[in-house]
T-cell receptor
């Protein structure tokens, strides 16, 4: 049959507000959990990662939270700006194995 | 430091043809990974090379192949192209391939007619 295009969930946020993007991961044995940002026409760009033995890590305007109990990862962006509009992917990695990407969330910043 | 360079950026082929895509990683990076990105399937892992050896392989048919040279540059080849191979092919490099921090190129957009 005909394949259906992947429908990306969209998060619309007012400029200046905080954004929270959520992700459910699959492999409880993953060592690293990573967030990537992909702007239109560009390749994904690394934002921040967190090791499996941590539950929170902060970067510049971004915070990643890891809840291993429910296999949940979130990315918080403070004071969201128009330049933050992009598709955000969570990803996971175990040892020397491949980086596996989630399906992505589109962040739309409303000026 | 120069980023990851992929060539060509755009190409159009017809069914049955073959295509070779090239990737130059960041200087000093020994790991190169390839991904296929489509609206229908998202980012799908093709393979990873480290020091000229294939370290990981995704679930793609044998028509998809790759290699890495001694200078870490990598190529991927797709033979007997099908319409469904139309996609953005992304190359990413990393220094060791351990942490998951990948540096992506801008991709090669392949259209198969």
């Amino acid at each position: 049959g005909e394949s259906v295009g992947l429908h990306l969930p969209t998060l619309s946020v007012q400029e200046g507000d905080n954004s929270i993007i959520n992700c459910a991961y699959s492999n409880s044995a993953s060592d690293y959990f990573i967030w990537y940002k992909q702007e239109s026409g560009k390749g994904p760009q690394f934002i921040i990662d967190i090791r499996s033995n941590m539950d929170k890590r902060q970067g510049q305007r971004v915070t990643v939270l890891l809840n291993k109990t429910v296999k949940h990862l979130s990315l918080q962006i403070a004071a969201t700006q128009p330049g933050d509009s992009a598709v955000y992917f969570c990803a996971e990695k175990m040892g020397y194995q491949k980086v596996t990407f989630g399906t992505g969330t589109k962040l739309q910043v409303i000026p | 430091k120069a980023g990851v360079t992929q060539t060509p950026r755009y190409l159009i082929k017809t069914r049955g043809q073959q295509v070779t895509l090239s990737c130059s990683p960041i200087s000093g990076h020994r790991s190169v990974s390839w991904y296929q990105q489509t609206p229908g399937q998202g980012l799908q892992f093709l393979f990873e090379y480290f020091s000229e050896t294939q370290r990981n392989k995704g679930n793609f048919p044998g028509r998809f192949s790759g290699r890495q040279f001694s200078n870490s540059r990598s190529e991927m080849n797709v033979s007997t192209l099908e319409l469904g191979d139309s996609a953005l092919y992304l190359c990413a490099s990393s220094s060791t391939g351990v942490t998951g921090e990948l540096f992506f190129g801008e991709g090669s957009r392949l259209t198969v007619l």
